[in-house]
T-cell receptor
Framework: DAGITQSPRHKVTETGTPVTLRCHQT?????MYWYRQDPGHGLRLIHY???????DKGEVSDGYSVSRSKTEDFLLTLESATSSQTSVYFC????????????FGPGTRLTVL | AQSVTQPDIHITVSEGASLELRCNYS??????LFWYVQSPGQGLQLLLK??????LVQGIKGFEAEFKRSQSSFNLRKPSVHWSDAAEYFC????????????FGTGTRLQVFP
């Protein structure tokens, strides 16, 4: 299994509070991704990173920001959580952009009340 | 734009029966295609992938998939299902030579009866 951990694994928070989710990898892979998984939608890309301090928006980036100050850590922040951001969040990593496989972390279940 | 359709939301089969999960994609060129499996409460695990070459791809856990360009399909098959195969299965597509922008289907939940 790819060395990917996510923390916390479960979180319940209230509307309007900031939330930060962490993805940590031990594979030294350059590329990292944040997805959200919702019933009827599969997985959708939120943000991604091509290296330290190099990030960009994905399909559903509104309301989210990311940071990557070290190769091994990719943080996803909800500045002011809303109920629509209740979801399961997955981090993924890959070694290259071309012809490589994305490996996924175990996920974080976030509930916004 | 790329898209992936998994027409079956939920499939139920008996243990030992054969299985086929459907996946259709929309993309102008030859895509990269993936099947992932997600067990309850777990992350996604890669079952198999198609990049080029032989259109019949073998994966882990006895699964295989066939790329059919004429039908824009990449269906997943297994000749004999085990109870441990109960999970959710996702098909995904990416542009050739740029696999970081994965587009996922909505998933098919497989239930296996003894």
């Amino acid at each position: 299994d790819a060395g990917i951990t996510q923390s916390p694994r479960h979180k319940v928070t209230e509307t309007g509070t900031p939330v930060t989710l962490r993805c940590h990898q031990t594979e030294n892979h350059r590329y990292m991704y944040w997805y959200r998984q919702d019933p009827g939608h599969g997985l959708r890309l939120i943000h991604y990173s091509y290296g330290v301090k190099d990030t960009d928006k994905g399909e559903v980036s509104d309301g989210y920001s990311v940071s990557r100050s070290k190769t091994e850590d990719f943080l996803l922040t909800l500045e002011s959580a809303t109920s629509s951001q209740t979801s399961v969040y997955f981090c993924a990593i890959t070694r290259t952009r071309g012809g490589d496989t994305q490996y996924f972390g175990p996920g974080t279940r976030l509930t916004v009340l | 734009a790329q898209s992936v359709t998994q027409p079956d939301i939920h499939i139920t089969v008996s243990e030992g029966a054969s299985l086929e999960l459907r996946c259709n994609y929309s993309y102008g060129a030859t895509p990269y295609l993936f099947w992932y499996v997600q067990s309850p409460g777990q992350g996604l695990q890669l079952l198999l992938k198609y990049f080029s070459g032989d259109t019949l791809v073998q994966g882990i856990k006895g699964f295989e998939a066939e790329f059919k360009r004429s039908q824009s399909s990449f269906n997943l098959r297994k000749p004999s299902v085990h109870w441990s195969d109960a999970a959710e299965y996702f098909c995904a597509v990416a542009r050739s030579y740029n696999t970081d922008k994965l587009i996922f289907g909505t998933g098919t939940r497989l239930q296996v009866f003894p």
